[in-house]
């Protein structure tokens, strides 16, 4: 029984509540209701952040796909060496 409330203290430390002295100690089914929110609060904020995270990586993959479309393919003629050519093709092309 000691290794039990040796636990339920360990529980209590971990949760947003006042372990002041002058405060008195939960007991047991309050330290249980508290965690069980606790838990489910933080459930809650994952889950919006993983929303955003979500989100933020949809935009980065639509702003890399309007990037790529904004470039202008290279092509090269048959004179083109080492992405340089001085093929007045090449020139008037660009």
Known sequence: MHELN???ESLRECLPYPNEANSRRMSKANTLLLASNWIKHLSNANHKLQMELNAANAKIEML??????????TQKCSKCKQNVCFSVDCITSS
């Open 64 to 73: 890399k796909t309007q990037y790529q479309k904004s470039e202008k393919p």
């Open 6 to 8: 040796d636990e339920f």
